[in-house]
């Protein structure tokens, strides 16, 4: 028997690190990491092939990158396999300067683009693909509507999935109402999103 409510989680940390965080949710559960680079569950474990083609160009990245970056405190480079992640959020201010300078003279690869979001860099493959297509490929494989879709976000990256999904799905952003958005709706912080998920959950009928 098909389950009533099928959970997916689309996020930007590397498959193995969103999974490790969910614990057993994962039994039940489909992950999207690196952005829906990576697919996990019901039947659809796949990798886009630009994650392997991509992988030589992030290596000579990180040995561009990590020499420059040594002497600055609060940044790291984390690898997430199909990209790079650049986190700068304990970095001091006043290395916002020389961090941008290193950034701007960086011999960036045509294979590799760089996106800017919130206190990080990420360095991905130059391919045509995002969280929105990665939910198309997801409701597809389960064979669901978007009217039947609720989905929350609360990162840039999830405005892609706002866009896919269009008006016949339940969407939330989940931050100031304030920041333009796709989603339909607005849920002001995360405590506010746990109340709609819990009357969600009444609705349906959980404990």
């Keep these: ?85 650049l986190h700068y959020r304990r970095m001091e201010e006043t290395d916002h300067p ?34 929105g297509f990665a939910m198309r490929r997801i409701l597809r494989r389960i064979n669901l509507s978007q009217d039947a879709v609720v989905f929350l976000g609360d990162d840039a990256t999830d405005e892609d999935v706002f866009h896919e999904l269009g008006p016949t799905a339940i969407t939330l952003h989940v931050g100031s109402a304030s920041v333009p958005s796709h989603a339909r709706t607005n849920a002001h912080d995360p405590a506010d999103a746990v109340h709609f998920l819990d009357a969600l959950a009444s609705l349906l009928g959980n404990p």
């Design 98 to 131: 020389r961090l941008r300078a290193i950034l701007d003279v960086l011999a960036l690869p045509d294979q590799i683009m760089m996106h800017e979001g919130k206190k990080v860099f990420e360095f991905r493959p130059q391919v045509e693909w995002n969280k």
């Design 1 to 85: 028997m098909q389950p009533r409510v099928r959970l997916a989680f689309l996020s930007g940390r590397s498959l193995a690190d969103l999974a490790s965080r969910l614990g057993q949710v994962v039994e039940n559960a489909i992950l999207a990491g690196n952005h829906g680079l990576e697919l996990r569950g019901a039947h659809l474990d796949w990798i886009h092939p630009s994650a392997f083609t991509a992988r030589p160009h992030l290596d000579g990245l990180i040995a561009q990158l990590a020499p420059s970056l040594v002497d600055i405190a609060g940044v790291e480079i984390e690898d997430k396999g199909a990209s790079l992640t």
